[in-house]
């Protein structure tokens, strides 16, 4: 079964700190991992995007990683800032019959980064 | 670019209404679609569009509605409303969905919909 499994659920960081969260799938046949940033009230925004051969991106303060063999990926954050404070949607594409993708959403890790 | 657009921002339903929630794009993306998001779920797909005139059906389309009549808008009807639909909707848009495609998926701000 195509999952997308992330961890922790939540998450309390001081500001200044790093944190890394996680994200495990059994999505197949994979065709790129991407993670979101959501704010409260607010739809998702795209953070990173990775395609099999791509085991780093950064965008700015975040770095995603991916190991494509254990099926794993993590979202680390530098330097937490107050507006961190988010839900980060860990996002597994598939390519389905070859026409499409079909995506596998995680159900998030709740940040929050207190002063 | 205003990007997605969602109206409204919120709604509430009685049991068995109708309605429907608006979306439009001004980035010319040909790949639309609709989710449910649930608290401690994921998104779920409902319908999505790859163009003008093509729609289909997602992993929960029952109760829903779609049309593309348009490359801008792609509103989502509610035939009769359940309790069940209770959710925050999103709208979302790429230039493409093709398979292996890397297309960023922009996100609408959603309509958060209670049916009492």
């Known amino acids: 079964k195509n999952q997308v499994e992330q961890s922790p659920q939540s998450l309390i960081i001081l500001e200044g700190k790093n944190c890394t969260l996680q994200c495990n799938y059994t999505v197949s046949p994979f065709s790129n991992l991407r993670w979101y940033k959501q704010d409260t009230g607010r739809g998702p925004v795209s953070l990173t995007i990775?395609?099999?051969?791509?085991n780093t991106k950064s965008n700015g303060r975040y770095t995603a990683t991916l190991d494509a063999d254990t099926k794993q990926s993590s979202l680390h954050i530098t330097a937490s800032q107050l507006s961190d404070s988010a839900s980060y949607i860990c996002?597994?594409?598939?390519?389905?019959?070859?026409?499409?993708?079909?995506?596998?959403f995680g159900s998030g890790t709740k940040l929050n980064v207190k002063p | 670019n205003a990007g997605v657009t969602q109206t409204p921002k919120f709604q509430v339903l009685k049991t068995g209404q109708s309605m429907t929630l608006q979306c439009a794009q001004d980035m010319n993306h040909e790949y639309m679609s609709w989710y449910r998001q649930d608290p401690g779920m994921g998104l779920r797909l409902i319908h999505y569009?790859?163009?003008?005139?093509?729609?289909d059906q997602g992993e929960v389309p029952n109760g829903y509605n779609v049309s593309r009549s348009t490359t801008e808008d792609f509103p989502l009807r509610l035939l009769s409303a359940a309790p069940s639909q209770t959710s925050v909707y999103f709208c979302?848009?790429?230039?493409?969905?093709?398979?292996?495609?890397?297309?960023?998926?922009?996100f609408g701000p959603g309509t958060r919909l209670t049916v009492l």
């Open positions: 996002v597994v594409s598939a390519s389905w019959g070859y026409n499409f993708n079909k995506f596998y």
């Open positions: 990775m395609t099999f051969s791509e």
């Open positions: 569009s790859v163009g003008a005139g093509i729609t």
């Open positions: 979302a848009s790429s230039y493409s969905n093709q398979a292996g495609s890397t297309d960023t998926q922009y």
